[in-house]
């Protein structure tokens, strides 16, 4: 880095640094508790960018690992390597968030769902590509034998994010365009009406006012009529309030959405389902710390690509 | 002008005439391994020993307490017969380019065949090991497991497709490893993630295929693996000269 350019490196440094610290206070203090979730949710403000930081980051070293099969530049290794023990660590992290919410809210540590199977298939790519360079002694090659695989490797990305997610119906993370047939709006049904959420059949049977509260009585079903059950999910009008009964066998829960006289609108949503379009400091907390890791990851990949420089030097001086 | 007439001839001729060669080179890598395989019979052995010896440690304790009436059963099958035929894949298929370093022979075959060819040549006997064995392994399950094969094409388009994307990828992964040490450790550690997406495919369009399921409810599946083969193999066509020529 040129002398010209360090000031505004260092104060990139504190406003990052600033800026984490604002967020961490946010997070426990300006965030408003979940529905349904309590404190718990508030470790998405780590969780959700940390997760999207070690897929960007295996993104970068795949672009390097081209870059240097292409150039044959070592700075173009540093620079994959930075980004591949970058993405080690926020998927480590991301892990171990994501497992503490799961055990807290659906049970258990470890649930085999389509993101978390996807992440530690990611975290064995990283381990793997390690593995490889410590075990190859000379340097140019150990370079390019990386880079082959790391682009190998990232090959299998598009299936690991779209093919096999949509194969399992199963997905406990939020996501609607994970549930195969379902919409994020869910669907508006009349009295008698028919509609599916998810692999489910719903059917409106009728539904009740009394004071501010409605309650739909729903029956569902799942693949050819199985357990054909009645739930009752109800909403306040006025206070927003709502009871979510879970389909049978299933974590997921069947929401009333809003009542008009179009009809009313139900909704599949999965336990720690909330969404934060409604609520303005979740989203800005959210987007803040998304942007504050994303300054962190460049900060620390800065560093650490400008580490793998030097003890280059150092090394080829030692050999002079 | 008239050279410059004659140059696209020329270069015409060039591609038809290194298009042959290719091919050529590429059989007589296959050739010269088949025979160099047919002699030691190293990959035969371990290929086969590997398999036998998973199915029946399975079959000793598993087989008498699955009926073949439990939901369970068809699914412990599947995963049973990939267990055999990834792992098998691993002891056996790895040797490829692994004796061509030890026996110092790779650079004489970099000198005497287009990179490509050689891959193309390799992966020819891997793909026909892999069918073997695919061929074995669904024997001795039948066998010693009593597996019942309900949609009999749908299971062989299964099989063929995934050893196909397995095969691959097993050739590119032992191409790297054999300029690496600690080379059987390491095997398996490179080849899992990759291979992993597609042996969740795999196991479940097999056990779809055991169970009977209908062809519009594998589709997924099928297409899934079918995109992994496609996916593993133009990145393997990619790759392998960086790997050849270091």
């Known amino acids: ?320 | 002008m008239a050279e410059e007439i004659k140059r696209p001839v020329r270069s015409v001729q060039m591609n038809e005439r290194s298009a042959g060669s290719f091919r050529r080179a590429a059989w007589a890598v296959f050739r010269k391994d088949v025979r160099s395989e047919l002699r030691t019979r190293y990959a035969l052995n371990a290929l086969a020993v590997f398999a036998l010896t998973v199915v029946l440690v399975v079959s000793f304790y598993l087989g008498p307490r699955l009926s073949p009436r439990d939901p369970v059963t068809p699914a412990t099958n599947a995963t049973l017969l990939w267990i055999a035929l990834f792992f098998s894949a691993l002891t056996g298929l790895g040797r490829a380019f692994i004796q061509e370093e030890e026996a110092q022979t790779a650079t004489f075959l970099r000198l005497n065949a287009p990179p490509l060819a050689v891959f193309v040549g390799k992966w020819l006997l891997n793909m026909l090991l892999l069918a073997g064995l695919s061929i074995v392994v669904t024997v001795l399950l039948s066998l010693f497991m009593n597996v019942r094969i309900a949609n009999l094409a749908m299971f062989a388009l299964t099989l063929a497709l995934g050893s196909l994307g397995l095969s691959t990828t097993i050739t590119l992964i032992a191409a790297i490893i054999a300029k690496a040490s600690a080379r059987s450790a390491l095997f398996a550690v490179l080849a899992f993630p990759v291979v992993f997406p597609m042996l969740v495919i795999a196991i479940t369009a097999t056990e779809q295929a055991l169970t009977g399921a209908l062809w519009s409810a594998a589709l997924p599946q099928i297409q899934g693996l079918g995109a992994y083969a496609v996916a593993m193999t133009a990145a393997a066509i990619f790759l392998f000269p960086y790997v050849w020529e270091v």
């Open chain 1, 1 to 320: 880095m040129t002398e010209r350019l360090q000031p505004i490196a260092t104060a990139a440094k504190w406003l990052v640094t600033l800026w984490m610290l604002l967020v961490v206070i946010a997070m426990f203090v300006w965030v408003p508790a979940y529905e349904g979730l309590g404190n718990t949710g508030r470790i998405i403000m780590v969780h959700v960018p940390t997760a999207w930081l070690s897929t960007f980051a295996f993104a970068i070293a795949a672009w390097y690992s081209l870059m240097f099969l292409r150039r044959r530049d070592a700075r173009d290794d540093d620079r994959a390597l930075a980004a591949t023990e970058l993405g080690f660590l926020f998927s480590i992290l991301a892990t171990v968030t994501g497992s503490m919410f799961a055990k807290v809210i659906w049970g258990s540590y470890w649930n085999w769902e389509p993101r978390e199977t996807s992440i530690l298939i990611l975290l064995l790519i990283y381990g793997a590509y390690f593995a490889l360079r410590s075990a190859i002694e000379d340097a140019e090659r150990r370079r390019q034998l990386a880079a082959v695989y790391a682009l190998f490797a990232f090959a299998t990305a598009p299936l690991l994010t779209f093919v096999v997610p949509r194969l399992y119906d199963t997905t406990l993370h939020p996501n609607c365009a994970f549930l195969p047939g379902s919409k994020c709006n869910g669907i508006t049904l009349k009295q008698n009406g028919v509609g599916a959420l998810g692999d489910r059949r719903v059917q409106l049977l009728d539904v009740q006012r009394s004071g501010d509260t409605v309650t739909a009585n729903v029956e569902v079903s799942g693949v050819g009529f199985s357990n054909v059950t009645t739930l009752q999910p109800t909403l306040n009008v006025a206070t927003g309030e709502r009871v979510t009964p879970e389909f049978p066998e299933s974590r997921f829960m069947l929401a009333l959405q809003s009542v008009d006289d179009q009809g009313v609108r139900l909704n599949i949503q999965a336990p720690g389902n909330t969404s934060q379009r409604g609520n303005a400091r979740t989203t800005t907390t959210l987007m803040a710390s998304l942007l504050g890791f994303t300054g962190l990851f460049f900060w620390v990949y800065n560093l650490r690509t400008t580490l793998l420089r030097l003890r280059r030097r150092v090394e080829l001086q030692g050999l002079a």
